[in-house]
């Protein structure tokens, strides 16, 4: 990780917030994302005492025009953009007849066009150097439906469609993608969601993050496309 530079979008979350503490204790150049600064700014604090190059960006991802200033920056700052991690990510669970046009909105505006926009906009520069990884976290509903998932299923199987056919026009430039299908995430995710689960069964965010380091720790040639990990009290197949 030494001198890499990474954006993490969604870096106060729960696994964002992991994968930056481990990320900076190994000397990445970080850009840290989120749409809170506050938020930001208080991880910035709790980042390893040795992070000299960690930079917040308070950005909305649901903007475009954000995205595109967020990435020029980084790029200025640091010259290049090696790693891009898409952590950000919210959900409703609900029946479908109880699903208002605002629900399906706010899903794939936030975590299919959120994840689109950060996704062209850093590869518009990766693509420049022939060189990037593109780490999307999709989540399990992103690949087996569930009830009471309709409008946030549609929005992770939307991102798988999106990455895969992005990593196909973009593999002769050097780019490589990463999706990463975690099953529940004891994270601030769940702090919204009225359905009744058990956090103490849920996967940790650090084993999340651990996930995460190791695809981007692998030799050049080494591809992982996907990565699936789930908690063993709730498994799909």
Known sequence: MQDKVIVVVGATGGIGSALTTQLAAQGARL???????????????????????????????????????????????????????????????????????????????????????????????????KSGHICNVVGILGKHPMAMASAYCASKFGLVGLSKCMADELKRFGLKFTLFYFGGVDSPFWDSITLKVDRNKMLRPETAANAIVYALSLEPQAIPMEINIQPESHLFF
């Open 31 to 129: 850009a840290l994302v989120a749409r809170n600064p506050d938020r930001l700014a208080s991880l910035m604090t709790q980042l390893h005492p040795a992070t000299q190059q960690a930079i917040p960006i308070p950005t909305d991802i649901t903007d475009p025009k954000q995205v595109e200033a967020l990435m020029q920056k980084v790029a200025a700052q640091f010259g290049r953009i090696d790693v891009l991690v898409n952590a950000a990510g919210a959900g409703i669970l609900k029946p479908y007849n109880k699903l208002e046009p605002a629900d399906l909105d706010y899903m794939l505006d936030l975590n299919l066009k959120g994840s689109f926009y950060t996704c062209q906009a850093a590869a518009n520069i990766m693509k420049e150097a």
